[in-house]
């Protein structure tokens, strides 16, 4: 069970969209629709931004969107807003009654 | 409102036992899905240690298993997690959190965390 591969770092201006990207293999992101996104500021909990691929919780802004492609998820953040600037995380379950992170990604709001 | 809250040392000895509890509020666990506990060391990402359902179901991290112990109590609404035999690659951010997912996948509330450390 490795993590999931997400590239360290990704930015973009004001308004402005940026993809982050998560691979894993088809035995966690391919063969499940089951991949969350989680945003997390600097000393605090992650929070619940995608869910199910493409599903967005309440009060998370459609600004957030996902995708799924083969063994590679995708987070979109459309119109960049300063308060974006986070580090991301995504998650997959991998089988087995197991669950797996990715390694996380730094945006960065220019 | 769902809240979740991390208690325990904040300070272990190496090859002692770790033993954190998160207690929850504004829902009940007798009710249903599964309760987690994740954990980040400072300045890396997130690792899923493992889940319990009410019924005290668990479900652990392969690479963690030996080690592992997550335990329910429901009459308090509390959940709990031992880590024995720690050393200082376990020092992190442990967090507690509800997963409503199907497959595991969904933590939708998280306790605010509590950092643990390992040394002597």
């Known amino acids: 069970q490795s993590a999931l591969t997400q590239p360290p770092s990704a930015s973009g201006s004001p308004g402005q969209s940026v993809t982050i990207s998560c691979t894993g293999t088809?035995?966690?992101?391919?063969?499940?629709?089951?991949v969350s996104w989680y945003q997390q500021h600097p000393g605090k909990a992650p929070k619940l931004m995608i869910f199910e691929v493409n599903k967005r919780p309440s009060g998370v802004p459609d600004r957030f969107s996902g995708s799924k492609s083969g063994n590679t998820a995708s987070l979109t953040v459309s119109g960049l807003q300063a308060e974006d600037e986070a580090d991301y995380y995504c998650s997959s379950y991998a089988g087995s009654n197991s669950l797996v992170f990715g390694g996380g990604t730094k945006l960065t709001v220019l | 409102q769902v809240q979740l809250q991390e208690s325990g040392p904040g300070l272990v000895k190496p090859s002692e036992t770790l033993s954190l509890t998160c207690t929850v509020s504004?829902?009940?666990?007798?009710?249903?899905?599964?309760w987690g506990w994740i954990r980040q060391p400072p300045g890396k990402g997130l690792e899923w240690i493992g889940y319990i359902y009410r019924s005290g179901s668990s479900y652990y991290n392969p690479s963690l298993k030996s080690r592992v112990t997550i335990s329910v109590d429901t009459s308090r609404n509390q959940f709990s997690l031992k880590l024995s035999s720690v050393t200082a690659a376990d020092t992190a951010v442990y967090y507690c959190a509800r997963d409503t997912g199907t497959y595991f996948d969904i933590f939708d509330y998280w306790g605010q965390g509590t950092l643990v450390t390992v040394s002597s």
């Open positions: 088809s035995s966690d992101v391919g063969g499940y629709n089951s």
């Open positions: 504004g829902y009940s666990i007798s009710t249903g899905y599964y």
